[in-house]
């Protein structure tokens, strides 16, 4: 008898309205970009989003004390006026305890006009691979 190894998948996010699905914020107006503004999100959204990976870009702008990003290494706090870049296949999750105001911008590397599979992503775009910017 063979034995079975447990396997974690990590849930791959194709498209924006599949983000937004996930995270119950409300309905995507369309894949290929969009603004909201973080207060207005549904009321039903998670406070915790578990690991998972998108194949679109984010910034998050955040004008209070945000979210609590949970990443593989290591818990970033975020605090106000704080900025937070997310690219295609980046692996993250987080938690929050309260209300955000700011704004969330998805948009794809379509729309961007940016191939993050070129070997040269992060070289040519080293803003678009940071971690949180804190004015």
Same mark, same amino acid.
């Given at each position: 008898?063979?034995?079975? !190894? /447990? $396997?974690?998948?990590?849930?791959? *996010? ?10 119950? @914020?409300?309905? #995507?107006?369309?894949d290929l970009f969009n603004v909201m503004r ?24 955040? !004008? /209070? $004390?945000?979210?609590?990003?949970? *990443?593989?290494?290591?818990t970033i706090y975020t605090s106000a006026n704080? @900025?937070?870049? #997310? ?35 992060e070289k040519d775009y080293p803003f678009l ?7």
């Amino acid at each position: 008898m063979k034995n079975k !190894k /447990t $396997q974690a998948l990590i849930p791959w *996010l194709d498209t924006i309205s599949q983000f937004f699905d996930t995270f119950r @914020i409300g309905t #995507a107006v369309n894949d290929l970009f969009n603004v909201m503004r973080i207060e207005d999100q549904a009321k039903g959204k998670l406070l915790f989003m578990p690991l998972f990976r998108g194949n679109f870009f984010r910034i998050l702008i955040c !004008k /209070t $004390q945000g979210p609590r990003f949970l *990443l593989p290494d290591e818990t970033i706090y975020t605090s106000a006026n704080s @900025i937070y870049f #997310a690219y295609p296949g980046k692996m993250e999750s987080w938690q929050r305890e309260e209300t955000i105001y700011g704004y969330l911008i998805c948009f794809t590397s379509e729309f961007a006009g940016i191939d993050p599979l070129k070997p040269k992503f992060e070289k040519d775009y080293p803003f678009l691979c940071v971690e949180p910017i804190h004015f």
